[in-house]
C-alpha cells in the first residue's frame, strides 16, 4: 500500500508533484486561484485551525509523511506544519528553494517589510508590484507623483493611479517585456521567490537597467529533511511509496 502523505502546496512544483502521487495523497491548498480539477489524488481547500488543528487532521486521517510544498514566504504555514509534524509524531518534509540571486549589473536592493519599502519606493513614480496581494491593503496611501501597477492572482477594480492586474505564472520572457513597455514601471517589487516560472522579469529589469526592491526571505523552521529541488525530493519519495 502507499505510504499516506499530505501535501501543503501552493507552489509550481507542488502541482508537479500532485500530479505523480495517488489517490492516497491528499493534497491541500489555501484556496486562492484556480482549484485543479485533474488530479488523481484527493485535493483539499481551506485552513486547518494553527498547527493543532493540522497536527489533529493528521491524526484523523492517518497520515504517515507531511510534505510542505508552500511559498517560501509562507512562513507561519511553514512553521505550522513543522510543529504539526512534531505533535502527531510524523516526519516533515520540506522544499526549501534557493533565492534568485543578482549579476554584476544588476541593482538590487533588499528591505524588510511595507515600512522600510514605502521609504524605498518615495523617489519612483511608477512601481510595478509583483509581491502578492500585501500592496491592495495601501492602496489609499499611493502617493500623488506615482502611479502602481499590482499584479496578483486575482484582478479588482482599481482606484485612480492604480491599475491591478490579474495572472498567474509561467510568464514568458516576450509578454513581459510587453508588459514593462506598456505600464513604462521604473522600479520592480519582488518577493525571492526562486521560482524560474517568474524570473523572467527579472531578465527584462535586467535589460532595462530598472533597480529591484526584494522583500528579504522570512526564517523557516528546521524540518527532518530539506530539498533544494523537487526532482530530489521525488527521488527520494518514491523509495517510500
Known sequence: MSARILLLGGTTEALRLARQLGPETVYSLAGLGRVPDDLACQVRVGGFGGAEGLAAFIADEGIELLLDLTHPYAAQISHNAARAAELAGVPCWALRRSGWQPGADDDWREVDGWDELTCALAPFERPFFTSGREPLAHLHE???????????????PAPPRAEIIGARGPFALDEER???ARI???VLVSKNSGSASTEPKLQVARELGLPVLLLRRPSLPVVDREFAEIEALWEVLQQRL
Request: with cysteine; hydrophobic share 40%.
Open 142 to 156: 499611493i502617493p500623488e507623483h506615482q502611479h502602481w501597477t499590482v499584479r496578483c492572482l486575482q484582478a479588482e
Open 184 to 186: 513604462r514601471c521604473d
Open 178 to 180: 510587453a508588459l514593462f
